[in-house]
């Protein structure tokens, strides 16, 4: 007999033995010490402290960015050539249809959950509780980064979502409305504003990797650059970039940006925490577990991933050789150059040879991801085949990456040379030779370029080509590239539809008020 079984026949048992009739109406109304409820919980600092932690997990666990993120949305780039598993990759390759491909369902409900939490903390942290200004104001300074990073996600994905910035009071509140993509970029830049004047500098301790005002101001600064707020956007991004927090890496050092060592260094604008670790539950919401990197899954090689993986396009790696690079190729893609290697420094022909072999048979060139494809973290025997050992920090908005995002906004204002300084500090760092000379659509280009080159396989390129309206030139009927980067699936990307993922079925069902993504 199992232990549940057992329960409920003792739990029948004592049911049994309690007299139906009882004068004494205290024995019936008593408070359950041993449990936590809303009524008990907001009492002190500690408890705040608790909610905070626990607002962060439906973002890193295996649900969001610990791993389903990558495998339906962020893999929908020129970058990958995916290799077709299914309605594994029906969204990553644009073949997927509403109720019937996977994944659009757990990265909808996850930040979904982070908002609530983030909303009660909102709502409920106060002098009361917590009569430090300065720990209070951290803790609420959090739940506006993370809802406005919640948001910031879920409007690039879906477009049309609700905005619900307060926990429930009736039933009505329960079947939200779609708000318009602007009103929810305004909600973003409200929270991203508020997070900004709330958080620290900087954290100290065990503290550190949490947001900061940095952190904020370069989520404000992407956020009105994806709008085309070109002057605002400036402002706040030159705030991160003037305030001396933050520096380039040195060349020798680039590729620690990627790894498990000197993770939150001085180029990181923000990233979020993972920790190898034993304690395993698939997307599960509970303490301890879901946020190791998952994501190894999709960027590990077809003959070391448990799904089919993919191949780097060759367009990245002739953008490479033909900007004579070597720093960043040999951080961001795995092939045949001298002195490559695989896993745990062992020779790329050695130990990617039945991936070479797969790439022959299938007409493929061997290109693979080396960015968080746990390369670094030994031998292939050494990385778990699922990523549970996998601990590198996802870094969300890097240096480098807001030099460019400045860079951008100030060339969109006919900036030009203001921007090129902003290009070549990111060049230089790469041991690359400098821009000069170049005329504002030259410089858009460069950039264009640039962002591929620092950045690529770090989350970016896919919504980079929706906000340039670039999508169907790259990945629509014909590719500017030649070879199409969807060729393995056959995907088309489909202007008008595919800049977003369709609404889950489950919360159509749900709620009458949502309507279907155009195309769906």
Same mark, same amino acid.
């Given at each position: 007999?199992?232990?549940?079984?057992?329960?409920?026949?003792?739990?029948?048992?004592?049911?049994?033995?309690?007299?139906?009739?009882?004068?004494?109406?205290?024995?019936?109304?008593?408070?359950?010490?041993?449990? *936590?409820?809303?009524?008990?919980?907001?009492?002190?600092?500690?408890?705040?402290?608790?909610? *905070?932690?626990?607002?962060? %997990?439906?973002?890193?666990?295996?649900? $969001?960015?610990?791993?389903?993120?990558?495998?339906?949305?962020? &893999?929908? @780039?020129?970058? $990958?050539?995916?290799?077709?598993?299914?309605?594994?990759?029906?969204?990553?390759?644009?073949?997927?249809?509403?109720?019937?491909?996977?994944?659009?369902?757990?990265?909808?409900?996850?930040?979904?959950?982070?908002?609530?939490?983030?909303?009660?903390?909102?709502?409920?942290? =106060?002098?009361?509780?917590?009569?430090?200004?300065?720990?209070?104001?951290?803790?609420?300074?959090?739940?506006?980064?993370?809802?406005? +990073?919640?948001?910031?996600?879920?409007?690039?994905?879906?477009?049309?979502?609700? &905005?619900?910035?307060?926990?429930?009071?009736? !039933?009505?509140?329960?079947?939200?409305?779609? @708000? @318009?993509?602007?009103?929810?970029?305004?909600?973003?830049?409200?929270?991203?504003?508020?997070?900004?004047?709330?958080?620290?500098?900087?954290?100290?301790?065990?503290?550190?990797?949490?947001?900061? /005002?940095?952190?904020?101001?370069?989520?404000?600064?992407? =956020?009105?650059?994806?709008?085309?707020?070109?002057?605002?956007?400036?402002?706040?991004?030159?705030?991160?970039?003037?305030?001396?927090?933050?520096?380039?890496?040195? @060349?020798?050092?680039?590729?620690?940006?990627?790894?498990? /060592?000197?993770?939150?260094?001085?180029?990181?604008?923000?990233?979020?925490?993972? +920790?190898?670790?034993?304690?395993?539950?698939?997307?599960?919401?509970?303490?301890?577990?879901?946020?190791?990197?998952?994501?190894?899954?999709?960027?590990?090689?077809?003959?070391? =991933?448990?799904?089919?993986? %993919?191949?780097?396009?060759?367009?990245?790696?002739?953008?490479?050789?033909?900007?004579? #690079?070597?720093?960043?190729?040999?951080?961001?893609?795995?092939?045949?150059?001298?002195?490559?290697?695989?896993?745990?420094?062992?020779?790329?022909?050695?130990?990617?040879?039945?991936?070479?072999?797969?790439?022959?048979?299938?007409?493929? #060139?061997?290109?693979?991801?080396?960015?968080?494809?746990?390369?670094?973290?030994?031998?292939?025997?050494? *990385?778990? $085949?699922?990523?549970?050992?996998?601990?590198?920090?996802?870094?969300?908005?890097?240096?480098?990456?807001?030099?460019?995002?400045?860079?951008?906004?100030?060339?969109?204002?006919?900036?030009?040379?203001?921007?090129?300084?902003?290009?070549?500090?990111?060049?230089?760092?790469?041991?690359?030779?400098?821009?000069?000379?170049?005329?504002? =659509?030259?410089?858009?280009?460069?950039?264009?370029?640039?962002?591929?080159? !620092?950045?690529?396989?770090?989350? %970016?390129?896919?919504?980079?080509?929706?906000?340039?309206?670039?999508?169907?030139?790259?990945?629509?009927?014909? /590719?500017?590239?030649?070879?199409?980067?969807?060729?393995?699936?056959?995907?088309?990307?489909?202007?008008?539809?595919?800049?977003?993922?369709?609404?889950?079925? /489950?919360?159509?069902?749900?709620?009458?008020?949502?309507?279907?993504?155009?195309?769906?």
């Amino acid at each position: 007999m199992n232990t549940y079984s057992k329960f409920l026949m003792i739990a029948t048992v004592a049911l049994m033995m309690i007299p139906m009739g009882c004068e004494d109406s205290s024995l019936l109304n008593q408070n359950n010490t041993n449990t *936590v409820s809303t009524g008990n919980f907001w009492a002190n600092a500690t408890d705040a402290s608790l909610a *905070v932690n626990g607002m962060y %997990h439906p973002i890193t666990n295996t649900f $969001f960015w610990g791993r389903i993120l990558h495998t339906g949305a962020i &893999l929908r @780039s020129d970058i $990958f050539n995916v290799r077709p598993f299914g309605p594994n990759t029906a969204m990553s390759t644009f073949q997927g249809e509403a109720g019937s491909a996977r994944w659009s369902t757990e990265i909808w409900q996850e930040p979904f959950k982070t908002i609530f939490r983030a909303n009660n903390i909102l709502e409920n942290v =106060s002098a009361e509780n917590v009569p430090d200004a300065t720990q209070r104001n951290g803790f609420l300074g959090q739940a506006h980064f993370m809802r406005g +990073l919640s948001y910031w996600y879920l409007v690039n994905l879906y477009g049309n979502v609700p &905005l619900v910035t307060k926990t429930a009071d009736g !039933e009505e509140d329960f079947f939200p409305t779609q @708000s @318009s993509p602007a009103e929810v970029w305004a909600q973003i830049e409200t929270d991203m504003m508020m997070a900004g004047d709330l958080l620290p500098t900087s954290w100290e301790g065990a503290d550190v990797g949490r947001p900061t /005002s940095g952190s904020a101001a370069g989520m404000l600064g992407k =956020s009105l650059l994806y709008q085309a707020k070109w002057a605002e956007a400036e402002t706040a991004l030159m705030a991160v970039i003037n305030s001396g927090q933050y520096d380039l890496l040195p @060349s020798s050092q680039y590729m620690d940006n990627f790894t498990q /060592s000197n993770e939150n260094n001085v180029e990181s604008v923000y990233e979020l925490q993972f +920790l190898g670790q034993a304690a395993f539950a698939w997307g599960v919401d509970i303490p301890g577990t879901g946020n190791m990197g998952n994501f190894h899954i999709d960027y590990a090689p077809p003959s070391k =991933s448990p799904d089919q993986s %993919h191949y780097v396009n060759g367009w990245v790696r002739d953008l490479f050789e033909a900007n004579g #690079e070597t720093i960043r190729r040999d951080a961001t893609i795995a092939y045949d150059y001298e002195g490559s290697t695989g896993y745990g420094g062992v020779p790329f022909t050695e130990d990617f040879a039945d991936d070479i072999a797969l790439a022959a048979n299938e007409g493929m #060139e061997p290109i693979y991801s080396r960015k968080y494809a746990g390369l670094d973290i030994g031998k292939r025997a050494d *990385v778990d $085949f699922l990523g549970t050992n996998v601990g590198n920090n996802w870094r969300i908005i890097r240096y480098a990456d807001v030099l460019l995002m400045a860079a951008e906004a100030m060339n969109e204002q006919g900036k030009t040379s203001e921007a090129e300084a902003l290009l070549n500090q990111v060049r230089e760092r790469a041991l690359v030779d400098s821009k000069t000379g170049l005329s504002q =659509s030259e410089m858009t280009q460069a950039i264009i370029d640039e962002r591929v080159l !620092e950045l690529s396989g770090e989350s %970016h390129r896919f919504f980079d080509l929706v906000r340039w309206g670039l999508a169907d030139d790259y990945m629509g009927t014909t /590719s500017l590239h030649g070879d199409h980067p969807k060729s393995l699936s056959g995907g088309i990307f489909q202007s008008g539809k595919h800049e977003f993922v369709w609404i889950p079925v /489950s919360e159509l069902t749900a709620n009458e008020n949502l309507t279907q993504n155009p195309g769906y």
